[in-house]
């Protein structure tokens, strides 16, 4: 079965520097997601993606954090300028569409240890 | 905005045990309905899901019925194995914008033999 991947599956980076998390939706999907889950809190919505454009983003997802669809299979998701609250563990969802009904596919997720 | 409460955890239960994780959720549309499970060490897989009211959705002896009048979802299974020791999410999905996944905080069930 397709699935969507990950990497890296750990990330450990220094506060203030930039970090580029990576995943390959499945193939034919269109919609693509980020969330996050803070240790011991809820996942969170980031952003949603398609056609090239954010849809729709959360409160959290600010000027620091950028996505980007660089080559058609890749869908990243950039930090700026990483601060120690950005840990979190990372996860990649996509979509064949958007409609509610139809269930995203997450990744394994990608742990962010901000030092 | 909307919102998904579960049942606090974590849930200890012995092998071939009734299990439900209650699930409540408040959304201003028509949601689907949705629950996840985390296995240790792996990402969010769909476990089953709802889209109507009085839907039920099914999958590896889990249930969980849509109930509008009550606003829940609670996740069911007859008789839980060693196996089922995971984390549960519940989530609905709006039918605006790009139909984000809103999750409640999870529920830690491990089953003992």
């Known amino acids: ?90 996860f990649c969802a996509s979509a064949w569409d958007g409609l509610s009904n139809q269930p995203q596919h997450f990744g394994d997720g990608t742990r962010l240890s901000i030092l | 905005g909307d919102s998904v409460t579960q049942m606090e955890g974590p849930v200890t239960l012995s092998e071939e045990a009734f299990l439900t994780i209650n699930c409540t959720y408040t959304a201003t549309g028509y949601p689907s309905l949705f629950w996840y499970v985390q296995y240790p060490g792996e990402g969010l897989q769909l476990l089953l899901k709802a889209t109507k009211a009085d839907d039920k959705g099914s999958n590896k002896g889990f249930e969980a019925t849509y109930r509008k009048e009550t606003t829940s979802f609670h996740l069911e299974k007859g008789s839980v194995q060693v196996s089922d020791s995971a984390v549960y999410f519940c989530a609905l999905s709006d039918r605006r914008g790009a139909q984000k996944l809103v999750f409640g905080q999870g529920t830690r069930l491990t089953i003992n033999p």
């Open chain 1, 1 to 90: 079965e397709p699935e969507v991947t990950q990497t890296p599956s750990h990330q450990v980076t220094q506060m203030g520097q930039e970090v580029i998390l990576r995943c390959v939706p499945i193939s034919n999907h269109l919609y693509f997601y980020w969330y996050r889950q803070i240790l011991g809190q809820k996942v969170e919505f980031l952003v949603s993606f398609y056609n090239n454009e954010i849809s729709e983003k959360s409160e959290i997802f600010d000027d620091q954090f950028s996505v980007e669809r660089p080559d058609g299979s890749n869908f990243t998701l950039k930090i700026r300028s990483t601060k120690l609250e950005d840990s979190a563990m990372y």
